[in-house]
């Protein structure tokens, strides 16, 4: 969704802001800098895009949140609810090592602190039908073998192996917590035009591309395939209005003889080009 905001001594066309005066760049800039970022543009003066292309509600309260703090293991929306836990307390997790892909443990975690990116494990490993999963004897050996990677730690005064996750060592599988649901901004990019640096348009060779150009269509001939669809209406009544404001000596002409304008792209093109062309001798 386009914004619809207002500005004075600025008009909406197709889809881009044209601002007739310095003031009304200047409040163009400072209305719609809360919500969008605003950049030197390549074929425009600015080009304003979304600061946010999607939010997070939490599911417990609906409140919006930062989807990158919602996204954080451990995080807390304001009613007090976890919003994301990557890895659940007591989840299996499956463990991998770099040197060998193909011996992998399933163990229990007890909790992942992810700071440090330490699991921290249930000692005993559990067994699998997943082949590719060690069974127990070989999982204690293999425990055994990378006693670098695993060391023995007392939780509440019980027994726990703490595991850092390395290039060495990762882990896969683990079960995971969301309470946010991602929802997707309809704010859409668009372009500012500082319109009061060179308008009204005299008549050019130059003039037919601005007025394509302001329908949202491609001036060249060449860009387009046989089959490609007709240019829509909304492009037409897009020029007519570019060229109402921008190109005012042609208006009341442009009235009269678009209505006539093939749309086929090559047929329009080629129409637009000559209406602008005659009007090189006669203005």
């Not at 890895?87 to 602190?113: C, P």
Request: hydrophobic share 40%; glycine share 4%; proline share 6%.
């Amino acid at each position: 969704m386009l914004p619809t905001t207002n500005i004075p001594d600025a008009v909406w066309i197709a889809g881009k802001l044209y601002c007739k005066t310095p003031e009304s760049s200047s409040m163009a800039l400072e209305v719609f800098s809360s919500d969008f970022f605003i950049d030197p543009g390549v074929d425009c003066d600015w080009y304003a895009r979304p600061k946010t292309t999607s939010i997070a509600i939490c599911m417990s309260c609906n409140r919006e949140l930062d989807i990158l703090d919602a996204r954080r293991h451990g995080n807390k929306c304001a009613c007090g609810e976890v919003t994301c836990l990557e890895v659940v307390d007591g989840s299996l997790v499956r463990i991998v090592f770099a040197s060998n892909y193909e011996a992998q443990l399933q163990m229990r975690s007890h909790h992942w602190d992810a700071i440090s990116n330490t699991f921290y494990l249930h000692p005993d490993p559990l067994s699998s039908p997943d082949r590719k999963i060690a069974d127990i004897h070989r999982a204690k050996s293999l425990i055994q073998r990378n006693k670098s990677i695993f060391t023995e730690v007392t939780i509440d005064n019980k027994q726990y192996l703490a595991m850092r996750v390395t290039s060495n060592v990762f882990v896969l599988d683990a079960d995971r917590y969301v309470n946010f649901s991602v929802h997707f901004s309809n704010l859409q990019p668009f372009e500012i035009f500082e319109a009061w640096r060179w308008a009204p348009l005299p008549v050019s060779i130059n003039l037919p591309a601005r007025i394509i150009y302001a329908g949202n269509q491609i001036p060249e001939i060449d860009w387009y395939y046989p089959d490609d669809p007709d240019w829509p209406e909304d492009s037409f009544e897009a020029m007519g209005e570019f060229v109402r404001h921008f190109v005012p000596q042609l208006a009341d002409e442009w009235e009269r003889q678009s209505c006539g304008f093939r749309h086929d792209a090559p047929g329009a093109i080629e129409d637009i080009t000559n209406f602008c062309n005659r009007r090189l001798v006669t203005i």
